[in-house]
């Protein structure tokens, strides 16, 4: 079974920068597809980076030369840097991961969620 779990958020000024990680747990050889998604108040989740397993990276233009998607392979932790943060970037944010290759080599293509991280954006 695979388990995501974000951190990193927090109260940040307009302006200010801050990066969310998330770690993946269990038996993961390789994700397919890693995203970002976000849900600000009273409103729809909505998608904001995905990295594919190839290295590929894409972006809302909500975000785009803002944000930033990374990974470290060896410590399974996938990361969003966001720059030039404003107001409406506060919102929960989910880390997302599609398409799981176990440790005995099975791919499932299922989707997988984490509990999500608050990331408040106010002067």
């Known amino acids: 079974q695979v388990q995501l779990v974000e951190s990193g958020g927090g109260l940040v000024q307009p302006g200010g920068s801050l990066r969310l990680s998330c770690a993946a747990s269990?038996?993961?050889?390789?994700?397919?597809?890693v995203g970002w998604y976000r849900q600000p108040p009273g409103k729809q989740r909505e998608w904001v980076a995905a990295?594919?397993?190839?290295?590929?990276?894409n972006f809302p233009n909500s975000v785009k030369g803002r944000f930033t998607i990374s990974r470290d392979s060896a410590k399974n932790t996938v990361y969003l840097q966001m720059n030039s943060l404003k107001p409406e970037d506060t919102a929960v944010y989910y880390c997302?991961?599609?398409?799981?290759?176990?440790?005995?080599?099975?791919?499932?293509?299922?989707?997988?969620w984490g509990q999500g991280t608050q990331v408040t954006v106010s002067s």
């Open positions: 269990g038996s993961i050889f390789s994700i397919d597809v």
């Open positions: 990295l594919t397993r190839g290295g590929n990276t």
């Open positions: 997302n991961a599609k398409g799981v290759t176990t440790s005995d080599g099975v791919h499932t293509p299922d989707e997988y």
